[in-house]
Structures are given as C-alpha cells and as structure tokens.
C-alpha cells in the first residue's frame, strides 16, 4: 500500500484517476475519503478526509533547496504558516456547509468575497500544496517539449518569460503571488494576486485560468535569507523550479 501510495503521489489527478480504476483500488471519491489509509490519497487528490483537509508532506528536506531557500524558512513555511492556513480553513468549513466536501480546487472556484476565511485559508493551502510541487532541489534547468514551444511563442524566449514573470513578482505590492496560468483561450497568461488569492478564484480577480506556475512572494518566503531583497529571491527561484511538474500542469490543463 506505501509504495502503492507513493507512486500515486507522483501523478496529477488525471493519471491517478486512471490508474486507481484499472486497479479498483475502491477509493470513494466524493464526498468525503474516509479511511484512514486512504489520508495520503486524498491530499494527493486535493480532498478532504473526515478530519478535514491535511498538510500535504513537502516531499524533500527542508535544507535541500540551500543555498537559493534555506532550510529554516522551508521548515517555518511549511510546518507553521501552510500548517495554519490547513485548520483555519477546516475551521471555515465547519461554519459553511456549502464548501464542505468540495476539493480544494473547487472551494478555490466557488469562493466569494464575503467568505473571506475561505478566500485566505482556501487560497493559503491550494497555494502551498501547489508551491512545494513547483520547486524541488536538482530538477531540469529549464522547460521544454509542448511547454517550451508555448513559453517561446508567447514571450519570445524562455530569458523574456522569466523577465515578464519576474516583473510581476517584484512589482506585487505588500504580500501576494506571480503566476503562469493557462486561461479561456488556452494561452499563457502571467499574473499576480494579491494575499492568497489565485487564478482559480475566477469571481475574485482579474486574470482567471489554472495556474501550472507560481511564486509566493510573502515576506515569510524569503525574508530570513534575502530581508527586503525580493529581486534575489525571484532570481534564486529559478534555481529551484520544478520544469517536470509544470509541463505535467501544463499538460493537464490544455486537456481540459
Ligand atoms: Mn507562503
């Protein structure tokens, strides 16, 4: 079952899908996974289990992004500031039925502006889930294949991406996120959200879409290693992107 598991923990949701019917694995999908083995399932699935939603493991050590994001912050990151977006957005739940039950991607989708728990905590933990898949120590330097020819027709170049998607990181006032998205018209599109906002919240901000790429650029990212220098943190991120993981997003999402 771990290794099971761990192979699962590997897949986006639509090879997961796959696999888990050609091996009647018997999860329940919906409304809610109850059992207890199936915990890991379900926070690879973006689903709650009985106890709500869960912090998803972050898949490497703490210090192993050194020297570009150091290990105290990951630890901080992960284990106090993701940690508390996950219960205070269970505890949103408990108090708003409609959210309860619903995927983390759907709660980020239904969610209004006078559900402003939701909106932060919601957003707080698909944020995190997704910016801990986005970055991994020793990943390929730079995309390629469907992703790479779409990144050049949209920018130009993969330099001129990296500039624009910079741009939106440093010029994000106070706390927020720079994103890659793929909106209605099947496009890249770069943005960038204020607080925990995201592209998903499509009543909520100017530029929806699936995000395949994002960047949080909260001073608890990176202010122990960088203080106010925002600009090296944006830099020192492109020494950690995940490429694998993005292309496998942006794979997904022009299949929808
Ligand atoms: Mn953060």
Redesign the pocket.
């Known amino acids: 079952m771990f290794t099971l598991l761990a192979n699962l923990a590997r897949m986006n949701k639509r090879e997961f899908l796959k696999t888990a019917s050609a091996l009647s694995v018997g999860v329940v999908l919906s409304p809610v996974i109850s059992c207890a083995n199936n915990k890991a399932v379900a926070s690879v699935l973006g689903l709650p289990t009985e106890d709500g939603f869960t912090l998803p493991a972050l898949g490497f050590d703490f210090k192993a992004l050194e020297p570009h994001i150091d290990g105290m912050t990951m630890e901080i990151?992960h284990g106090k500031?993701?940690a508390a977006y996950v219960a205070n957005l269970n505890k949103a739940i408990a108090t708003l039925p409609a959210y309860a039950g619903k995927s983390i991607e759907q709660v980020c989708e239904m969610v209004t502006a006078t559900d402003g728990a939701i909106r932060n905590n919601g957003g707080?933990h698909y944020?995190?889930s997704k910016?801990w898949k986005w970055i991994t120590p020793g990943g390929a330097k730079a995309p390629s294949g469907d992703l790479l020819i779409a990144i050049e027709r949209n920018f130009g170049n993969l330099d001129e991406f990296k500039k624009a998607f910079g741009e939106a990181a440093k010029t994000r006032f106070g706390s927020g996120w720079a994103w890659l998205s793929i909106n209605a018209k099947q496009q890249l599109e770069i943005s960038s959200t204020p607080n925990q906002d995201n592209p998903l919240m499509k009543s909520l901000v100017d530029k929806p879409g699936t995000p395949i790429l994002g960047l949080?650029v909260?001073e608890?990212?990176y202010y122990l290693n960088y203080q106010n220098k925002r600009p090296d943190y944006i830099t020192a991120f492109w020494n950690v992107v995940n490429w694998d993981v993005v292309s496998a997003d942006y794979a997904a999402a022009m299949k929808k």
């Open positions: 990151h500031h993701h707080g944020n995190h910016f949080d909260w608890h990212a």
